[in-house]
């Protein structure tokens, strides 16, 4: 899978952009999320707040509970600040 | 109905002529432009930084802009978002919607800016005395972007 991370969660976990794979028994966002904070320091500081945290799917915003599969790009990111 | 996202500046004046171009249907047109400032709640700004998603970006304006069209009864709209670098003054942003009628224009354009804040995946960084500082999400951009639904 195509991993993405953006503004301070980029910097936390030190990758913008990276191919990994999907840990068996892992099927949502959620458990992905989890499996990461599992990889050192960076990801665990860059995950410790859920509610700081939001993912897209296939560049499409997704839940917490949604799917995930080792096919998909999924993208981790603070709170949109456009405009 | 476009979206652009560019790191480079755009001329509304140009954009607003171009978009309105052999149009005879088009009674009003709002035009918002987002600025830079040399400030921001307690703190001087430098400079400011926007991080983007690309390929995420695009969909998502295009998404916003066509629940715009759903919304409002406007004829043309533009939307062009820069990223990058960007010094205190210097355009961030621009939204155009046109109509027969100057209401559905101006909530139109009310809408997209709003839902552009907490909608579209682009991250602020600003330059500050103590060094860069990401822009958390303010609550007022989240209020505002709830009132539309």
Redesign the interface.
């Known amino acids: 899978m195509k991993l993405?991370y953006?503004?301070?969660v980029r910097e936390r976990t030190g990758v913008h952009e990276e191919t990994w794979s999907l840990p068996e028994g892992v099927t949502t966002v959620r458990g992905l999320i989890g499996a990461l904070s599992g990889r050192g320091p960076g990801f665990a500081h860059a995950f410790a707040d859920l509610k700081q945290i939001r993912t897209?799917v296939n560049?499409?915003?997704a839940k917490l509970d949604d799917p995930v599969s080792d096919a998909d790009e999924v993208?981790f990111?603070?709170?949109?600040?456009?405009? | 109905m476009t979206v652009r996202v560019q790191r480079d500046d755009f001329d509304p004046g140009a954009e607003l002529d171009a978009l309105l171009a052999g149009r005879k249907d088009i009674g009003g047109v709002v035009s918002f432009v987002g600025l830079v400032r040399d400030f921001s709640d307690a703190r001087n700004v430098g400079a400011l930084t926007l991080e983007h998603y690309p390929g995420m970006t695009e969909k998502a304006l295009a998404a916003i802009e066509a629940e715009a069209l759903s919304r409002f009864d406007i004829q043309a709209s533009l939307i062009v978002h820069r990223h990058g670098r960007m010094e205190p003054g210097e355009r961030i942003v621009l939204v155009i919607t046109a109509s027969a009628h100057r209401g559905e224009a101006f909530r139109a354009s009310e809408f997209l800016i709003d839902w552009l804040k907490t909608r579209a995946p682009f991250w602020k960084s600003e330059d500050t005395p103590d060094g860069p500082q990401w822009v958390e999400a303010r609550a007022v951009d989240d209020a505002a972007t709830e009132r539309w639904s």
Do not use: C, H, R
């Open positions: 993405l953006f503004a301070w897209a560049q499409e915003t993208a990111f603070p709170p949109m600040t456009g405009g």
